[in-house]
């Protein structure tokens, strides 16, 4: 089935390359340069550009590697079940039983972006975050977000979900300076990932989203907002108890 899926990602990138070029990515302040800015010795002749995002996808587990310190990479293992739970509650529901793409989520983006006249919803998966994180533009446009859907296709056909999840984490800017999570937790709270209580993980998981604007040493009561709506839907799936729930939504968030 994976390499069904693949086969017919490269048939839709080979399509794609007659249909447009995407704009070259730029990197947002405070996150670390996108993949078009490295060298691949391993990638032999320079290929055109649709091509090279394909291959790079394919490598993504190589792409996600080289954003980030390797002492700072962290296994989806050492990681608290609570973090991803969170993230998967409150960014991509669906993320165990779609392919990288949730037709829903993009029909449901579709309808509110005709109501509005602009891009105003993405409907992106946490796959196609990844992609569009490491590999693309932030840019709103259709020509982004449908090279942004064909290269989640083939991560999805080369990864597992757990390896998505890993590079995911370790690659997304959390803000306050902090791209992974080794670096949000400690430059947050002081404290290694595996340490994370229920709250912290919350707390960060809601982060990606706006990572600027939820920073809680920029808005603290606009983080509390975030990591209450991140826990409201981490029980409303039923990872967490009633009692968990309420412990953790008076927990205060204590900085380092």
């Known amino acids: 089935m994976k390499k069904l899926l693949f086969i017919l990602t490269l048939i839709l990138s080979g399509l794609l390359w007659y249909v447009m070029v995407p704009a070259a990515p730029t990197p947002s302040a405070g996150r670390p340069p996108l993949m078009e800015s490295f060298s691949y010795p391993y990638l032999g002749k320079k290929l055109p550009r649709p091509l090279r995002l394909c291959y ?10 080289e954003r980030i310190d390797k002492s700072d990479w962290v296994s989806l293992d050492n990681m608290p079940a609570y973090l991803p739970q969170a993230l998967i509650a409150t960014e991509d529901r669906r993320f165990y039983s779609h392919i990288g793409i949730d037709p829903s989520a ?42 942004e859907a064909g290269l989640a296709l083939i991560v999805e056909a080369r990864y597992s979900k757990e390896e998505i999840l890993e590079m995911y984490f370790n690659t997304t800017f959390f803000g306050n300076h902090s791209t992974g999570i080794r670096r949000a937790a400690r430059n947050y709270f002081g404290i290694e990932p595996k340490q994370l209580s229920l709250m ?29 709506l991140v826990l409201e839907n981490m029980h409303d799936q ?13 927990a205060d968030i204590v900085l380092r």
Request: glycine share 6%; proline share 4%; hydrophobic share 35%.
């Open 238 to 250: 039923g990872f967490i108890t009633g009692n968990q729930l309420n412990h953790a939504k008076k």
């Open 56 to 65: 790079l996808a394919y490598h993504m587990k190589d792409v996600a590697k």
């Open 200 to 228: 912290e993980c919350a707390v960060l998981a809601g982060l990606p989203n706006a990572p600027t604007d939820l920073n809680p040493y920029n808005d603290m009561e606009a983080c509390r907002r975030r990591r209450d």
């Open 106 to 147: 993009i029909m449901r983006a579709v309808l509110v972006n005709l109501q509005y006249d602009e891009v105003a919803q993405g409907g992106s998966t946490l796959t196609q975050q990844l992609v569009k994180n490491n590999l693309l533009s932030p840019e709103r446009s259709l020509e982004r977000k449908l090279w």
